[in-house]
């Protein structure tokens, strides 16, 4: 395939762009080479500036789930578009989201929408702050919350030890109200626990962990985070920015029958524009200005385009969550293709997969958490990458990341991906 035009833009963007990217990974440092410009999209299929057809795992990192271009949710944000793009001022279809939203998922009253998942995780973690009156939080390594300060932290020297920035401009200060446990470790969590008795307000999570791959929990760890939660008075928050209203109608919530205490969502709920929402019962969400003292606020909150669109998409995902199994089952034919490929190229491989979360791991040991994910081949993920790429199979562009299905792939697309890994030379 030809990238010539997609070279040029990149050359042209990085004149007036930082790193020539409005978003990190989508610069390819991670596998090399010049990122692809992309020019329009339908269904389950990209075409680039250079006339390029490509098959899509990614769906713009998960919202697109019934494929790009999806004719209600277009049709949706076409019309509102006709009567105004922003008034700052209250609007009907934010309660019409909410109340879908609120009747969809388990265990939430109540609803705050905001603009991007990093805006949802940063709020909700101050409003547990707020609620609780403690200052700390526990993260998990691998897990992604967004770019707030809070969440970017590095390990400490031991199991008990603070974390440190992984990014020049977050304080020392931040960092100390942070701390890092290892997934899938409820003992090391309770180490942590134990250290600052009374301190912890909130442990957030990635339910299914979509950013070091696809990261499942083991019911013991998940069950035991519920219970050392409740045990301590510390707030379990579930990161849903990429599992919400994909995993099922109540997301990860449901699917793991476990009650988180807030929750976090972006991607499916906003159709493919900009949103974000947390969420949380009565009593936590109404510590909220105005009605409570923990501020937060954003003059394009609930945007009548962004909520249009995410009432198109939850609407249809209500009405017909037979979507949900659909997509599970095209992603377990997916993983059981390409692990009948990989298997005959006598290669260290893991596939992680969950609903319609999948991932390739190019190492010998079970994926189960950060440690286990950096132990990937990253050479022999480039080489698979870009040989996805050059037939036609657009792939993250990271051996971190999960793909993400859409539900207008077809089976021939998916027998077209694993044809093309077959002809790789690995």
């Known amino acids: 395939m030809n990238y010539q035009r997609s070279s040029s833009l990149f050359a042209t963007a990085k004149k007036y762009i930082p790193g020539g990217v409005n978003s990190p990974v989508r610069a390819f440092k991670a596998v090399g080479g010049d990122p692809i410009f992309v020019k329009e999209a339908k269904g389950a299929y990209l075409y680039d500036e250079d006339g390029n057809k490509l098959i899509d795992y990614i769906a713009s990192w998960g919202p697109l789930i019934l494929g790009h271009a999806h004719g209600p949710v277009i049709d949706a944000v076409v019309e509102k578009a006709k009567k105004g793009t922003s008034f700052g001022m209250p609007t009907e279809i934010e309660t019409q989201l909410a109340q879908l939203a609120v009747s969809m998922v388990p265990n939430i009253d109540k609803i705050r929408f905001v603009n991007s998942g990093t805006e949802a995780c940063m709020s909700a973690v101050r409003l547990a702050r707020g609620f609780t009156g403690k200052d700390k939080i526990i993260k998990f390594a691998g897990c992604y919350h967004g770019h707030s300060d809070s969440f970017l932290i590095q390990a400490g020297s031991g199991a008990v030890t603070f974390g440190s920035p992984n990014s020049p401009g977050v304080t020392q200060g931040t960092a100390r109200d942070t701390l890092l446990a290892a ?164 290669i260290a491989y893991q596939i992680n997969r969950y609903g319609s979360m999948i991932s390739v791991h190019f190492t010998d040991s079970p994926v189960t958490d950060f440690t286990s994910s950096a132990k990937g081949n990253n050479e022999r993920f480039k080489a698979y990458f870009h040989g996805m790429l050059a037939k036609g199979i657009y792939l993250p562009p990271s051996a971190f990341e999960s793909y993400f299905l859409n539900d207008a792939l077809r089976y021939a697309d998916l027998d077209e991906t694993i044809k093309a890994l077959e002809s790789l030379n690995l």
């Open 183 to 346: 997934y899938n470790d409820l003992e090391g969590v309770k180490a942590l626990i134990k250290a600052n008795k009374g301190e912890l307000a909130a442990i957030i999570i990635e339910p299914i962990a979509g950013n070091m791959g696809c990261v499942v929990p083991t019911t013991a760890f998940i069950e035991g985070l519920r219970e050392v939660c409740t045990q301590n008075d510390i707030l379990l928050i579930f990161d849903e920015v990429m599992t919400g209203f994909r995993l099922g109608r109540g997301g990860a919530q449901e699917a793991l029958g476990i009650d988180a205490d807030i929750l976090c969502f972006g991607k499916v709920i906003g159709g493919g524009l900009p949103v974000g929402a947390f969420a949380a019962r009565t009593e936590i969400m109404d510590y909220l200005a105005p009605q409570g003292p923990v501020y937060q606020a954003g003059t394009l909150s609930g945007n009548p385009l962004a909520m249009s669109a995410g009432l198109a998409m939850l609407t249809e995902l209500n009405d017909r969550p037979e979507i949900f199994q659909s997509l599970a089952d095209k992603t377990e034919y997916l993983h059981k293709g390409l692990d009948r490929v990989l298997s005959k190229k006598e």
